[in-house]
């Protein structure tokens, strides 16, 4: 399968990540758990992460799926 994760850096430090496996936002500072629970409770910006796997991780999968059968 294909996993999809939007990571939030400030200062080199990430501070909160998207994951589709888990479909939500998860905190890792004071700041990024804030953002988290924020963001998990809009549907809207969920729903824009988890099309993320669709349009992003998934047609680029099929490009590169593709390219290295043409090798092969």
Do not use: M, P
Request: net charge negative.
């Amino acid at each position: 399968g294909i996993e999809y994760i939007d990571s939030y850096f400030f200062n080199k430090a990430e501070y909160v990540r998207f994951n589709s496996t888990v479909g939500r936002y998860v905190g890792y500072t004071e700041y990024g758990v804030k953002n988290a629970e924020a963001w998990n409770s809009d549907a809207g910006i969920l729903g824009q992460e988890q099309a993320g796997l669709e349009s992003y991780c998934k047609h680029n999968a099929d490009i590169s799926y593709s390219a290295i059968l043409d090798k092969t």
